[in-house]
């Protein structure tokens, strides 16, 4: 079965889009066949695992709405064992055309569904707001993985996700769930971190990932290179995150089976 997942929170700069690249490489470096869909007009997640998004002739644009096959979008990362559908700016009038269309929340979904069978996980890296992009992730996906900083507005920061994620589970997904909770730059010595943390395991008990991603400046550096940190630093602090998250969320998905 394959396991489909929406990065999402609605606030920039949490870690999305490095979560995304990231646990995309170290679930390939585990053995899991793994597809990372960049659905942020932005396209960081594209060009962090080195596709120039400016150069690609096709992307989620046209698989959402032209006539193009997800697999015809198809990418493999250049230097990691996953493949890609990249993005770039297209992807902004996608939004917009989309509002013309009939079933717009489902277009994802179907396009997906001729991909399952190749893949063990599929990330999508959704853009930091609640628009017909994330719709369309969170109605494709079967669970939600949220990074998130441990900041004091952190908890107030998630309550529209959490409507959101309450409306679509009523309607066009209701098997959607929140898989986990991941703190994001992760800093041990400042004490909201401890305050933060408890409240959120008071909220969502073990859906808080035990694994942490700390603040590590390779993190931050490995996307100019177009490589995952992995391929970047594979001994950095950021790399070994990385690697027991994907670690934990394997054994999560084996337990839940
Ligand atoms: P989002 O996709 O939620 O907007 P990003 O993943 O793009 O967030 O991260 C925002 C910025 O913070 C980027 O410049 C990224 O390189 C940096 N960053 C993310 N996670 C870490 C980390 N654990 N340590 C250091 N820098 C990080
Ligand atoms: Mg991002």
Redesign the pocket.
Same mark, same amino acid.
């Given at each position: 079965m394959t396991h489909i997942f929406a990065i999402a /929170?609605q606030?920039?700069?949490?870690?999305?889009?490095?979560?995304a690249v990231n646990l995309a490489a170290s679930l390939a470096a585990t053995k899991r066949r793994v597809l990372l869909i960049d659905l942020d007009p932005q396209g /960081?997640a594209t060009m962090g695992c080195g596709v120039d998004k400016y150069e690609i002739e096709r992307s989620m644009y046209d698989v959402l709405v032209s006539n193009c096959s997800a697999g015809q979008a198809l990418t493999p990362a250049p230097e990691a064992n996953f493949d890609v559908l990249p993005a770039n700016g297209d992807l902004t009038a996608a939004e917009v055309e989309l509002m013309e269309v009939t079933g717009r929340e489902q277009k994802l979904n179907n396009a997906l569904k001729a991909l399952l069978p190749d893949y063990d996980y599929i990330l999508i890296?959704c853009p930091?707001s609640l628009n017909m992009l994330t719709l369309n992730a969170l109605v494709a996906a079967q669970g939600i993985l949220i !990074?998130m900083q441990c900041e004091y507005y952190a908890l107030e920061g998630l309550s529209a996700l959490m409507q959101t994620i309450t409306s679509i589970q009523s309607g066009p997904n209701p098997q959607l769930e929140i898989t986990g909770l991941i703190r994001?730059?992760y800093d041990p010595r400042n004490s909201l971190t401890k305050d933060v943390s408890d409240q959120l395991t008071e909220h969502f008990g073990d859906k808080l990932f035990t694994s942490v991603?700390?603040?590590?400046?390779r993190?931050?550096e490995a !996307?100019s290179h177009g490589l995952p940190v992995l391929m970047y630093d594979k001994v950095s602090k950021?790399a070994l995150a990385y690697l027991a998250l994907a670690g934990e969320l394997n054994r999560r998905m084996t337990a839940s089976k």
């Open positions: /929170n606030k920039g700069g949490v870690g999305k889009t490095t979560t /960081n890296d930091p !990074p994001t730059m991603i700390p603040r590590n400046v993190l931050a !996307p950021g």
